[in-house]
């Protein structure tokens, strides 16, 4: 038994010894310096350009993306506006500046002086004649003297009408008027109404003569006057 296991021991060394014989004369394998890559070194065609069109396409995705980015992230500011230009005179078109034309100076109208009623004359006569519009306690107020003493002188009585044309006569001892000569105030202006005569005016007025009348308004004293006619009473 311990022959045959001696056997083996000894057959194994043989098969250990034979085995380290034959890797010492071996030779050792070159290493490769394409150890890393991770494709073989030579690829069929179909697939290598394969490969290639996918690393391409890896590759610019990125690129496309952040281009796009860039461009969304600062706009393109819009062109300015151009101002347009002054118009350029043309020659020959340019007029020169007119001048403006100054005012003459108006003449200020000067004002016409109102005229001043002068006093008029009044020597009371020794004989009246009546107009139209006259009438005997008309000549009384005007001539201040008594209504009474005149119709006496005269042969009259009140109330008795007289006609334009009549002769009277007038005191010159009579008394003066014994009531308010001025029927109307004045001075002031009365406007004209048919009929109207510078003599019955002044009735209408008790104590104004008719020439003063005559004279405040430039007239004779048989001037025919016209209905709305204004008159300056003195």
């Not at 519009?133 to 009259?156: H, M, S, T, V």
């Not at 001075?187 to 209408?204: E, H, K, M, N």
């Amino acid at each position: 038994m311990k022959k045959i296991v001696w056997l083996l021991l000894v057959f194994a060394l043989i098969l250990a010894l034979g085995a380290c014989t034959r890797s010492a004369t071996g030779a050792l394998p070159t290493k490769s310096t394409e150890s890393h890559s991770l494709f073989p070194t030579a690829l069929p065609t179909g697939v290598g350009n394969a490969a290639a069109t996918q690393t391409a396409a890896v590759a610019g995705t990125p690129t496309k993306a952040a281009s796009r980015g860039t461009s969304e992230a600062s706009p393109t500011p819009p062109p300015p506006t151009p101002t347009p230009a002054p118009p350029t005179p043309t020659p020959g078109t340019t007029s020169a500046p007119q001048p403006t034309p100054t005012p003459k100076p108006q003449p200020t109208p000067t004002a016409q002086p109102t005229p001043t009623a002068q006093a008029v004359a009044t020597v009371v006569p020794s004989r009246y004649t009546l107009h139209q519009g006259e009438y005997p306690y008309c000549l009384a107020r005007r001539f201040n003297i008594d209504p009474d003493a005149l119709l006496n002188a005269n042969g009259l009585a009140r109330g008795q009408w007289v006609y334009p044309g009549t002769s009277l006569v007038i005191p010159k001892q009579a008394g003066p008027f014994p009531y308010q000569r001025a029927l109307r105030n004045h001075p002031t202006t009365y406007t004209v109404r048919a009929g109207d005569t510078l003599y019955s005016i002044a009735c209408l007025f008790g104590d104004v003569w008719p020439e003063a009348i005559a004279q405040a308004n430039g007239l004779g004293l048989n001037a025919t006057l016209t209905p709305g006619q204004t008159l300056r009473i003195p």
